[in-house]
């Protein structure tokens, strides 16, 4: 089946076996819709355009925003943990106190050695604890 649209059509090459083809849509309808493809396109166009420029304006108030909320989240965690361990110290027999106490230093120091094993070795890929 031949494509209805042919760019390349000479209507005076038509012969009496070849019939002259029918348009899909009259001139004026197609002048329209042409230009309702282009009014589209720019909208679209204008319209990125838009959204960039107003994600840039808002961006660094986002942003605020966001590291505000970490930072009111981090100091959730930290104060439910001091309060519950303090409580926790407060109402539980030495031994508890004394493996808590033990067991928060010695989870300090593995984290800082973490810490301390990634600053020195960034790209060691064998070290799972590397981003």
């Known amino acids: 089946m031949s494509d209805p649209i042919d760019d390349d059509f000479d209507p ?8 002259k083809p029918t348009p899909l849509l009259p001139d004026d309808q197609l002048a329209k819709l ?10 679209f166009k204008s319209g990125t355009s838009d959204a960039r420029e107003a994600f840039e304006k ?7 925003d966001i590291e505000k909320g970490i930072n009111d989240l981090s100091y959730a965690i930290g104060y439910a943990i001091s309060f519950g361990s303090t409580l926790a110290r407060e109402f539980s027999p ?10 928060s230093r010695a989870g300090a120091r593995a984290a800082e050695e973490v810490v301390r094993h990634r600053k020195n070795n ?3 890929e064998n070290d799972p604890t590397a981003s």
């Open 122 to 124: 960034p790209t060691n």
């Open 12 to 19: 005076s090459s038509a012969t009496p076996e070849q019939p």
């Open 34 to 43: 042409l230009a309702m493809k282009e009014k589209a396109s720019n909208a």
């Open 94 to 103: 030495d031994n508890v106190t004394d493996g808590f106490d033990r067991g």
């Open 58 to 64: 808002k961006f660094p108030k986002a942003r605020e």
